[in-house]
């Protein structure tokens, strides 16, 4: 059995984190972002192209956004980095925390943010788990000899897309109310981060999502 792990956290010198460089994608809406061909593309845990997964999640805040009649989200790559560091933390601790208690000036998600540049008045931070094989309802599976996962009918189970994989996470985080609190909130700016794959429990290929809000 393999859960989704949720974490939600909100709260009124620059670490060694790869900088996002493709902005290309925030210059899109999030119906012509879901359009292109590679989010439609099953992710290979081989081969993780982390900037579309945390473009994929940011675009799928605003589809849940814009379905509440929200105002969505605009990027900041200040945010984005601060959640990708974040995330890099989460796969080396192997767990879900919202506090960094390895360096104290990186301790709070506002302390990160400020620490990447941030100057907002308020935040909040998100964070998730989530295995990359589309398990579906039915979260059950065996393994056969050759590693492939299988359902109840022995039939190999999917990858997720990019696009699946980051709709559900979101809808993870819509149906737990602080998540929902967050991404429904009075913040105006979003930045998502995503870790490179891990493997937990049995192998299973999973990854951890951080959002970091802001509002100004």
């Not at 859960?3 to 909100?10: E, G, K, R, T």
């Not at 620490?115 to 309802?137: M, T």
């Not at 393994?143 to 997720?160: Q, R, T």
């Amino acid at each position: 059995m393999v859960n989704i792990l949720l974490l939600a956290f909100s709260t009124l010198f620059l670490p060694q984190v790869e900088t996002p460089a493709n902005e290309k994608y925030y210059d899109l809406t999030a119906e012509e972002f879901f359009a292109l061909a590679e989010t439609q593309q099953t992710i290979d845990p081989q081969k993780l192209d982390k900037e579309l997964l945390e473009a994929a999640v940011f675009f799928a805040s605003n589809e849940a956004r814009d379905d509440k009649r929200k105002s969505i989200f605009s990027h900041s790559p200040i945010l984005q980095q601060s959640s990708r560091f974040h995330s890099d933390y989460l796969l080396n601790l192997g767990t879900l925390n919202h506090l960094n208690n390895k360096d104290k000036k990186y301790k709070t998600p506002m302390m990160r943010i400020d620490a990447f540049g941030g100057n907002f008045n308020a935040s909040a931070e998100n964070l998730a788990r989530l295995a990359v094989i589309d398990f579906g309802k039915d979260q059950s599976y065996l393994i056969d000899k050759g590693g492939v996962f299988l359902d109840k009918n022995n039939k190999p189970i999917p990858m997720h897309t990019y696009a699946s994989l980051a709709r559900k996470v979101v809808d993870g985080w819509m149906h737990s109310k602080g998540h929902r609190q967050n991404l429904m909130g009075d913040y105006n700016y979003l930045g998502c981060g995503v870790s490179s794959i891990v493997k937990i429990t049995d192998g299973v290929p999973e990854i951890y999502f951080t959002q970091n809000f802001g509002k100004k």
